[in-house]
């Protein structure tokens, strides 16, 4: 069985959505630990729900990225974890994670890449105008959301407002992202 670590900054709800396929069965693999970089987000009252095990750490507690990244590796490595989810995870992975978990870093972008790329996809693609929306799954490499695409989900916009996006977004994330681990976990 795999084990798996989640990185998340924020509110947590793609952790959730992973937490809930893995723990119903769906996903058959074990969730082994939160890697935050934020005391206060969210993400960890819903790690607490599910009996997760969370690493705090914050860059400004160490001295550089590279001793930032070395401390997440130890942890990752103690618990043998085999695939790492960013699921809101707001800070870009440096050379020391992506080495030490090479082709083993993937992450959930909400916009259709290679477009709209960064931390405000959907934002973008509104105001661009572009009249199809989605998200993207895809492998970490030292670029931003430059990664190999796994898989996309899109709709096509009606009326929708911004936030109604954002909404409809959410929920193909929660969708697409527990599949794709699956795949991933199963080897398929």
Known sequence: MKNIAIFASGNGSNFEAIAKAIASG????KLVLLVVNKKDAYVIQRAKQYG??????SLKDCLNKIEYEQKIVYQLKERKVDLICLAGYMLYCGKTLLE????????????????F?????????????VKVFGVTVH??????????????????KNDESLEE????????????????????????
Do not use: C, M
Not at 121 to 127: F, H, P
């Open 117 to 129: 790329k960064g931390a405000h996809g959907i934002e973008d693609a509104y105001t661009y105008g």
């Open 100 to 115: 030490a978990y090479s082709n083993q870093i993937i992450n959930i972008h909400p916009a259709l890449l290679p477009s």
């Open 165 to 188: 996006i954002e909404n409809k977004i959410h929920e193909l994330e929660h969708e697409l992202y527990p599949r794709v681990i699956k795949k991933l976990v199963e080897g398929v």
């Open 26 to 29: 769906y996903i058959p693999a």
């Open 139 to 156: 492998y970490v490499d030292d670029g931003i959301d430059s990664g190999k695409i796994i898989d996309q989900a899109a709709f096509h």
């Open 52 to 57: 997760i095990e969370t690493y705090i750490l």
